[in-house]
């Protein structure tokens, strides 16, 4: 394995019986580890909380400091502040329970001696970000967003759609040109009829 990371990479059985607290800041060094990460960049500073037991380990994770993401209204790049506390427990032998405090619970190979926390921390930082990523508004309540590129989007608003009821009849929900297509039908009917042959073939037809 590769010397990046290792920070990351806690030898358990190492470790007495106890607490420890260990600090980890979060740059675009941390998110070049994970590919297609939806995010390249931060500035994210991570406290974690171990408590070491024969039967787990007890982890919390305190975040808190800005992402730079893309803005869901603009698309524009900018920072956004998380912030969250996150509880991991992991179990080290047969007879252990999920506690109800804690927000994940996994499992080691009774053969592992460390635990790699980075991938944890990637998902608990993203986690930290709110569901709908906008720019904040500005102090006299207009929007945060780039007016410039706000103006590049079209917004379809109800009165712009077309009106679908005049696809259709008003009652019974027929295409409006089905009554033209009748009319052709017929034209085309009375055009067949002149020919010498219409009658024969109008009966074939209609043996089918």
């Given at each position: ?14 470790l ?27 500035n ?48 080290l ?113 209609n043996?089918?």
């Open positions: 394995m590769s010397e990046k990371g290792q920070e990351y990479i806690i030898d358990y059985k190492e007495e019986s106890g607490t420890y607290e260990i600090d980890y800041h979060i740059d675009k060094t941390f998110f070049e580890m994970f590919e297609e990460s939806m995010v390249s960049d931060g994210v500073d991570v406290h974690v909380q171990l408590k070491v037991s024969i039967a787990a380990l007890q982890f919390r994770f305190d975040i808190s400091g800005t992402l730079n993401v893309e803005c869901d209204r603009c698309l524009e790049r900018f920072d956004i502040p998380v912030e969250g506390s996150y509880d991991m427990v992991v179990k032998g047969d007879k252990n329970t999920p506690p109800d405090e804690a927000d994940d619970f996994i499992e080691l190979n009774i053969d592992e001696d460390t635990i790699d926390i980075r991938q944890h921390i990637y998902e608990y930082v993203i986690l930290s970000l709110p569901a709908r990523k906008v720019h904040p508004d500005n102090e006299d309540g207009t929007s945060g967003c780039n007016p410039e590129m706000l103006n590049k989007f079209v917004t379809i608003t109800d009165e712009d759609d077309y009106d679908d009821t005049s696809f259709y009849d008003d009652e019974e929900g027929d295409f409006d040109g089905e009554e033209e297509q009748q009319e052709e039908m017929e034209t085309i009917e009375e055009k067949l009829s002149k020919n010498s042959n219409w009658d024969k073939l109008k009966e074939l037809l043996k089918v």
